[in-house]
């Protein structure tokens, strides 16, 4: 047997802002949708903790599963998470119901973490030490841009989404490709004096090249996927890599437009509304591309089977309150 995606839950929690919050830096809603493809993203309380986010939608999962002590393994994937010791993988365990056998450890590889959560937990449960894993990617992006950066600060956004692994006897093997480049760690960066430097025209390059480049290797190395969902880092990047990859036969998802830059949550987040707008089956194969800061990339194609009850998402505005989003 191998591993899949055997359950899904996303939510995009707190306040929608609209394009219109960034007039005071000089950015115009037309502005914004030409160069990102974003209308409109969700951003957290700034006193909300992550752990409780993140066992939001965690939870759900855990008590759909016969069994939670089947549950061997619990991987939190954040950027943003500010906390480091102790890491929030322990906490969210305890929040969402996890007993104290499971293995819960925290993982950050900035905008590709999601596809590295995957190759981890996959192996994971292929290696057979455990019969599933629950991977969740948390953010909260809105804490970390400087307000008054006309690159990012309209850019990033807040959310989260789980998923739970597991092995089927109908899931085909999954296929991972990943890497990473340590030389390339000035393109994106968090600054010493607050928010994020990025190398606009550099990223942009090397994310559609790289992401591209995954794509074709998982349909190439198949089975193939039934659907593509890259990061949601730009609208115009998602496009670039939606044009280089016509010719391979795969739909490839662009959701970008009322989430924006979720980090390590926007593959799974995409994904989920493909799912609750019934663009996508219950059942295929998904293949997740991604690039990120580190530079890391890296892609996975995985069969998936999600109930109803994993639909539909969760949007903004609930269950958090919607408290004024801090001026610029």
Known sequence: MSAGIVDLVAVKPGRTVGNDHFEPIGLTDQWIRRRSGIASRSWLPADTPLAKVAAEVCAPIVARVDDPSTIGALIVVSTS?????PGIAQKVAQLAGLGPSVLAFDMNAACCGFVYGLVTGLSICDAGRTRSVLLCSVEAMSRLVDPSDRQTACIFADGAAAVLLADRAEFALSCQVAGCDGSQEELMRETDTGGIHLDGAQVYD??????????????DNGPAPTVLVGHQANGRILEQVRGF???????????IEHSGNTSSASIPLAFAEELEAVALPSRGRLGAVAYGA???????????RVPATAAPLTHAGSPYPTDSVPPI
Do not use: H, I
């Not at 990859?245 to 959701?255: A, I, M, Q």
């Open 81 to 85: 998470a500010r906390q480091r010791v």
């Open 206 to 219: 090397r994310a559609v090249r790289r992401m591209t480049e995954s794509a074709r290797y998982l349909v």
């Open 245 to 255: 990859t016509t010719d391979l036969g795969v739909p490839f998802v662009n959701r």
């Open 294 to 304: 580190g530079e890391a990339w890296g892609g996975v194609a995985v069969d998936y």
